[in-house]
């Protein structure tokens, strides 16, 4: 039977409008490539024609082994500053934009291969990806979505049946990757690094077009360009903090302008509460521990200003202060977000002075007594619903104290406590990325070729705020012997 190929309507302002941002170029041949995963529900929200994309047509697609018909495939440029040293060039080393589509809900969406060869940018690096990597992405990808949290996200995951050398040799693969946009604070960075306002200026304004079309309308759009990406960030922090999420490489190059989460390597979800927690192995100064990460996100905000100096104002000086009262407003930004996050999982629909505290007393008990941070707000709302005993056993004696302020608060909501342990429920997930579950799922794909524990873990994170009949082990911290989790870079 012959298949259609897959058709895109690729509409690539990209390509066609920021021409010196990147290197037209193509994928390696993969050998022997299989489809491991599809989201199909993705490829329906994007127009495309799930059957067939995931027809051999469609895989060759996925692939890089067919170019599909409009598609202008693309290397992207970018610098960053890593661990805090910069580098003027990174850009896609292992990444190829095929274009952009308009969703069906008309939002703009990037369409990119990741792992698909070498490109320009590659430096010593092979240009490909590891089944393991590739299958974290995926599934950290979705279960931030099913979270509700803005993310870049997966659409495919393809095998290629060639074997990449990492500290072993490892099965290849590909993951199609769905953005709104990939456009990251090291692209401003790239270009100001090199003295080419002119490129920061259109860039910007490309940004801006896409992202924050208001900010055209505001007094100084460059100066609302940071504002507005500003507040997406400060919303993302607080909702990456609010589930417990470590990105593990808060780069300037892995920071979107979209505010959308990008670039899943060594993240993590932490279990027991601890602000300072690490899972990457190559953090060794604890860079972006979980507490870090609102500041980090400001400093790589302070990167960002940074490249819009000469945009900003003719006057130097002026443009650096109006850019650093900028950077400097987002703490107070960040706050009111990350209590917009948190007050719902404490049943909080109003907002009082008190909160901050209420909530920081409940987080210095699990850190005190070293609990689970998704379990004890998930026994929170049970003990709304009227069964304590669960958040008792959690927080033990001296949580009482804290149970008689919080319950003193809720006497100021207006809601019945059965309206608010059903809203607490669904804000706070039954079902988070359990480390062990996630190492579980990608050992037997790479090393016994099974998937079926990766699918069965992506199932029951696509519905994470619902008790699922699976297995309670979906549900578990790690056993309190088990030796500290690591995570190492998805390269
Ligand atoms: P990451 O740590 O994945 O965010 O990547 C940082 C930079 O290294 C980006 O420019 C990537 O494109 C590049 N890179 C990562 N892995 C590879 C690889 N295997 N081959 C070529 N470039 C890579
Ligand atoms: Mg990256």
């Known amino acids: ?269 932490m279990d027991r509460y601890a602000a300072d927690t690490v899972f990457s192995s190559i953090d060794q100064t604890a860079r972006y521990a979980y507490a870090n990460q609102p500041a980090i996100a400001q400093w790589n905000l302070a990167r960002l200003a940074e490249t819009l100096i000469t945009l900003v104002d003719a006057d130097t000086d002026k443009a650096i202060e109006i850019l650093t009262d900028s950077v400097n407003a987002f703490p107070a930004l960040y706050g009111a977000k990350w209590l917009e996050a948190m007050r719902p999982k404490l049943g909080l629909a109003a907002a009082e002075d008190g909160d901050f505290d209420l909530i920081t007393g409940l987080l210095s008990l699990m850190e005190a007594q070293g609990r689970d941070f998704t379990l004890t707000f998930r026994h929170l709302a049970a003990a709304q619903g009227g069964d304590v005993t669960a958040f008792q056993a959690q927080v033990g004696g001296e949580g009482s104290a804290w149970l008689g302020a919080w319950r003193e608060r809720l006497e100021r909501e207006d809601a019945t406590a059965e309206v608010r342990a059903a809203a607490m429920l669904a804000v706070n997930p039954h079902y988070i990325p359990r480390n062990q579950k996630v190492e579980e799922a990608l050992n037997a794909a790479v090393y016994q070729d099974d998937l079926s524990p990766f699918k069965a873990l992506l199932a029951v994170l696509s519905d994470p705020f619902t008790a699922q009949d699976v297995d309670d082990s979906y549900a578990q911290p790690a056993p309190l012997d088990a030796a500290p989790y690591r995570t190492f870079c998805g390269t």
Not at 138 to 150: H, Q
Not at 222 to 244: F, H, N, R
Request: hydrophobic content about 45%; glycine content about 10%.
């Open 1 to 269: 039977m012959t298949q259609a190929a897959p058709r895109f309507d690729f509409d690539n302002t990209y390509a066609a409008q920021l021409e010196g941002f990147y290197t037209p170029w193509q994928a390696d041949e993969a050998p022997a490539p299989k489809l491991m995963q599809f989201n199909e529900a993705l490829a329906v929200e994007l127009g495309l024609d799930p059957m067939a994309l995931a027809s051999e047509a469609g895989l060759a697609v996925l692939a890089g082994n067919a170019v599909p018909e409009g598609a202008t495939p693309l290397a992207q440029a970018y610098a960053g500053h890593q661990f805090g040293g910069f580098s003027p060039q990174l850009g896609d080393g292992r990444a190829l934009m095929l274009g952009e589509v308009i969703d069906t809900n008309g939002r703009r969406r990037d369409i990119q291969l990741k792992g698909s060869g070498r490109t320009p940018f590659s430096r010593g690096g092979d240009g490909k990806a590891a089944v393991g990597p590739v299958l974290r992405e995926y599934l950290i990808g979705e279960a931030m979505y099913a979270l509700g949290i803005p993310t870049t996200r997966a659409l495919a995951a393809v095998s290629t049946g060639e074997p990449v050398m990492r500290e072993t040799m490892l099965p290849g693969a590909i993951l199609t990757r769905v953005a709104a946009s990939h456009i990251r604070v090291g692209t401003f960075q790239f270009f100001a690094s090199r003295g080419e306002n002119d490129k920061v200026r259109q860039l910007a304004d490309y940004a801006i077009a896409r992202h924050y079309p208001d900010a055209a309308r505001a007094a100084n759009p460059y100066l609302a360009l940071l504002e507005a990406v500003s507040e997406a960030q400060a919303s993302l922090i607080a909702k990456w903090m609010s589930v417990g999420f470590i990105h593990g490489v808060m780069n300037t190059d892995n920071m979107t302008i979209s505010g959308e989460t990008i670039d899943y390597g060594p993240c993590a979800f």
